[in-house]
């Protein structure tokens, strides 16, 4: 949403995360295919399944968990980010499994601009029931992928071990994250450290971190920078949800409300009586009209739920800014330069 | 935990199985609990989907696969198979995932003689939508912790890694083979090699001999020796679907029929004119009578389709014993003795 002219920080990380997509975007389509090959030859099912990971994992996608892997494992000593490849390979295959299951269970249609895996697969397999287990079964191929490709990396045998286990972590915490959030209880922040940032920004600091040999005061310090960015990141994705641009999203606007998610804004406007009786109408109704939505939305701004979100974000950017001064990285370092972009480029984005 | 590798030399497979089952069932025990009191902490949801894989993997079990990671390792020259401990909760947890995942898509409500994991969750979050998502999200969890498990094993990190890359490959292999069997082409005994041999037994074989730290040589020779005794096991599990003792298998006869599973009893009944107008009027109606059930299991045996099963089974059987033999273990050493038993276990088990 900033229209102030983009600082040199910015520049580099924005530069290192347009080199990091194109060298991913390529490396991506080479590992897959082949097993797009491998798989259409057993079957017909397996090929859609294998067609439907790769379709998703190649269709866009900003490749900034790839770019974070990349930034620690620079941040932690190491010169060529081009040597986490097959890291930076698991973590966005990582990604499309999740997305799949997620898009799945919340019913979500749309992924990336088109449709999602579920969606293609029960019109391709001419059955809801079939198509359904097809795409778990997908997100689970993807999973199996992620990991197979992490333990490609061609780095010493303990970083890879140290890094399989940072990824096992990320996986039961994204899993604990999207069961808590069926909870009416659980605290919305609590779900965004497991369920975002745990994959979006700690996991893949920890990837780089430990293939890089890092030791473990270090990636902890990773943590402590990661956390409040990935959840800052979560937070903006609510505000984006519904303030952002779903041309540049790929998601409806309304899709949240009328489905009912426990944002955080939704979160932040609850005790206030006014916009109490306007989510009790309209908050979770599928058929809920544009005007309705409207009115949500209105409600989300004069209650100040809004503003607390942004603040809260703003807050929390503090935070990872401090956690990285803290790490006493040299100062203009790359490592350094990256990590500070990265809290504009995630926390402050419009899209 | 303690044994006395000693005694192991003159022990026989079904001895193994017996103290890899004690051994494992407390071992599993004492590495869930912390994990689910973890969960609950969380949210009562989480506390449940753990709760719930903790339920399934020490509801029973033979532990069979377990076991022959513990006789791979031996075999490999290894000692002492409680070091592996850690990879035989792996393939157990891995086993619960696909259980769960695999009930739900199959629509199985019992497993192990309880209830199956989606509809235990169905129940507790009180909503099938809920319930089925959670289920998944169960099996997703419990996958997340068999790695976790598998990558705290206390041995060389480059064969913790191996076995790591065994473990992504069986998690491929069988979510190929449960996408392969929704195709009404592709061949049984290619989807049984994929979906049950797979994680049954060449999958843990292969474990076992990573973590021996096993030539690639080695592990291939294992493959052959496995493969066709996992495909021998599932089609003995085709025939106790049918033919078996409900009682002592936990399944209830008459489901694979009206599921319309493709087994191979079925595959080979294709072609026989008078089984294929019975299955025609049978095969897959969940309402179908127990008359209706009774003369598709006559059918079987008049098309001499069960005999013909049985023959492969037996086919398979001298296959194995051919490949163990062209292994050159010690006569009588507690690996090839273990190897050797587990043809009878898994091939001309009743259970």
Not at 65 to 78: D, H, I, K, S, T
Request: aromatic residues 4%.
């Amino acid at each position: 949403m900033s229209h102030a002219p983009a600082s040199d920080e910015d520049v580099t990380f924005a530069t290192l995360l347009d080199r990091v997509r194109k060298h991913v975007d390529g490396a991506l389509a080479t590992w897959l295919t082949p097993r797009v090959a491998a798989a259409s030859a057993v079957s017909a099912e397996v090929g859609a399944a294998a067609e439907a990971v790769c379709g998703l994992a190649l269709r866009g996608g900003k490749r900034m968990r790839a770019a974070l892997v990349g930034a620690a494992f620079v941040a932690c000593g190491e010169q060529d980010w081009a040597r986490v490849e097959r890291a930076m390979i698991a973590i966005e295959l990582l990604q499309v499994y999740l997305l799949i299951h997620d898009d799945w269970m919340d019913d979500d249609d749309v992924r990336r601009g088109g449709p999602a895996v579920h969606v293609l697969l029960r019109e391709r397999l001419g059955s809801k029931r079939l198509g359904d287990a097809a795409a778990v079964l997908a997100g689970d191929l993807s999973c199996g992928y992620a990991q197979d490709a992490l333990l490609e990396s061609d780095l010493p045998a303990e970083r890879v071990l140290a890094a399989a286990r940072a990824f096992a972590r990320i996986q039961e915490e994204v899993v604990t994250g999207q069961l808590a959030e069926m909870s009416t209880h659980a605290s919305v922040e609590v779900i965004h450290a497991l369920k975002t940032a745990s994959y979006t920004v700690t996991g893949p600091l920890a990837l780089g971190a430990c293939l890089a040999g890092a030791s473990e005061a270090r990636v902890a310090q990773l943590a402590r920078y990661g956390r409040p960015l990935g959840i800052a990141f979560q937070l903006r994705d609510d505000l984006l949800g519904t303030f952002g641009d779903a041309s540049a999203t790929g998601k409806p606007v309304g899709n949240d409300i009328r489905q009912g998610k426990r944002t955080a804004i939704i979160a932040e406007m609850r005790g206030h009586a006014a916009s109490e009786a306007v989510l009790a109408r309209v908050l979770g109704r599928v058929s809920a009209s544009d005007a309705e939505v409207a009115e949500v939305v209105r409600a989300m701004e004069t209650s100040g739920a809004k503003a607390r979100v942004e603040a809260r974000v703003a807050e929390l950017l503090v935070e990872a800014r401090a956690a990285l001064e803290a790490m006493g990285l040299p100062e203009g370092s790359p490592g350094k330069r990256w990590l500070a972009g990265a809290v504009r480029a995630l926390g402050e984005r419009s899209a």
